[in-house]
């Protein structure tokens, strides 16, 4: 009799855990599970979506990797981005971080203020960057120019255009400092007081003190930044559209990374394979150099000593 | 601003000794005060002055935008109605608001059950869910896009619409589900036992006891799933590109700029329109805001 109902209780139990985790339970499978195997098994097949899809082996993996043009540059500047941007991001969120919890008259109004440009929606934050980076008329060229410092191309110049890039995201800080600024908070005051009595200079408390606190929100920041480094695609892809003046009324004739290839990323390629060349096998094999990424990289941000994200409980 | 102005509480002199280590101290506080207030207003200019150049741009007339001037020599208010009257763009206005309203409201209401066994529930297979959940999370939407959008285009006959974006919000976001399971996984078990005893269905728990206490999650969660439907350029970019009846504020505002190619001062405007409303939103849920922020997984 204990059996049965112990049974039937676990089976209405195992019920009660499929209906309230239904909804995700068919995206996973509609939404992920179902297009990753697809996308693996395009990437071995020539497929334009018309006709059927054609085994060829691994054409178009060799083809990405030995012809595709696109596809070194954009793993270069990727690195480009991964070593330059996310420690500008970092280093610079963390200094505003710092910042605000000195600030002590108006820290409302300085953190509004701070936090703001994070809000501005890519595209127009990016469109309004290139017009103030804009080499002929932009207001930051004119002051260096009254200024008499050197006026560089920015968003038309491929020397230029990824520091611009990086100016852009460095501008939108605004949930990095967040970050910065609770986990600043949250370091004990008494740690601070005894290196105080020892006698130690404000860099000593911020090396001995704040650095090994915040460590695990650094390493936090620095993983999730390499993430959204390899998936940038909004940004670059509107700067070098609306740097190059091509805009077609549908947006197909425009080929990413201008100027010369500076601002391709691995999201464009797929873009540019699928739904510009039409080769769906090679946009396939991108994305799936894109999923190994991502993957590793989260896993990182899991699997951490310090457990970053909180998986367990 | 008005507070910048106020006197520092370090350098107050009101009730301080007269020795000269007190009076060191105070004016090494005031020196203090002094360098990390200028420091914060060099800050604050770098992050404001690209919004105020912006601004300024878009009241300037036609002619005096193609110059490097700063600041207009007419204000051409008007601007502003000339970008609403362009054609096509309170359409935008409705797409998106569809987008962005219908997708939060669908995201939320499929997203609370499954936060609410992944963070209560004890059953196998939760651990794996949770960690599908985060990867899932932190997925370009490139990987998966070309069986995607051969699904929608080709076998549902629904590419030049937004429901290709719209109806898969009907089955969870990976993000709201974690943010939310952060949030309820603060909620004492206590309170749901409580309900329990009282005679409670799972259900009923959750709509009695655990959705009143976790209205800050929602409310993060929510606004979070709005800002990333109004920000969305790749998806409405994939979709509805074919379709300009069916472009959205953040993809038609690229091609704006296509259409009025030197007119930088309508271009900035526009610019000036699809981040209004964000900002708008922003003050009046700030603190469900910078409380979701925090949430994102990040371990105090």
Redesign the interface.
Known sequence: MTTHTLRSKRRR??L??A??????L???S???A???V??VY?SFTSYD?FGAPVFNGLTNWTYVFQDYPMFWPSLWNTLWLVVVMVTCRVVFGLG?GL??T?????TG??R??????Y???????T???V??LNPG?G?VN??L?DLGLPTPGWFNDATWSKPALTMLAV?GIG?LM??FM??LL?VPTEQYEAAELDGASAWQKFRFVTLPNIA??VL?AVVTGV?QA??Y??QP??AG??AS?I??????SFEPGYPDKSTLT??QL??NL??QRFD?GA??VV??I??AL??A??AL??RGR???????? | MTQLLDKPAAASPAKAPHTPAARTARRKALLHWIAVHSLGIAAALFFVLPFVFVVLTSLMNDQQALTRDLTPNTWEWGNYERVFNTPGFLTWWRNTLLYAGLGTVLTVVSSIPVAYALAKFRFRGRKLSLMLVISMMMLPPQVVIIPMYLFWAKQMDLSGTLWPLIIPMAFGDAFSIFLLRQFLLTIPNEYLDAAKVDGCGEFRTLMKVVLPMAKPGIAAIALFQFFAAWNDYFGPQIYASENPAAWTLSYGLESFKGAHHTDWNLTMAATVLVMAPVIAVFFFAQKAFVEGVTLTGVKG
Do not use: E, H
């Open positions: 139990s195992a009660r855990n209906a309230f985790m239904s909804p995700w068919i995206g996973f509609v939404f992920f179902y297009p990753m697809s996308t395009f979506g505003i910042l605000i000195k600030i002590k008259t108006g109004v300085f509004t203020l701070f936090y703001l440009p809000l501005a929606p890519p595209v127009a934050a469109l309004a960057f017009f103030l008329t207001p004119a002051i120019g501008w949930d967040v970050i609770a986990s949250d695990p929100i936090f993430i390899m998936q695609y909004t892809l509107v559209k609306v003046g805009i077609g009324g549908s947006g197909q691995l999201p797929v873009y699928g739904f769906y946009a396939c994305a799936l894109l999923f991502a993957m990289f989260t941000l899991m310090n457990n970053l994200i909180q998986a367990g409980d």
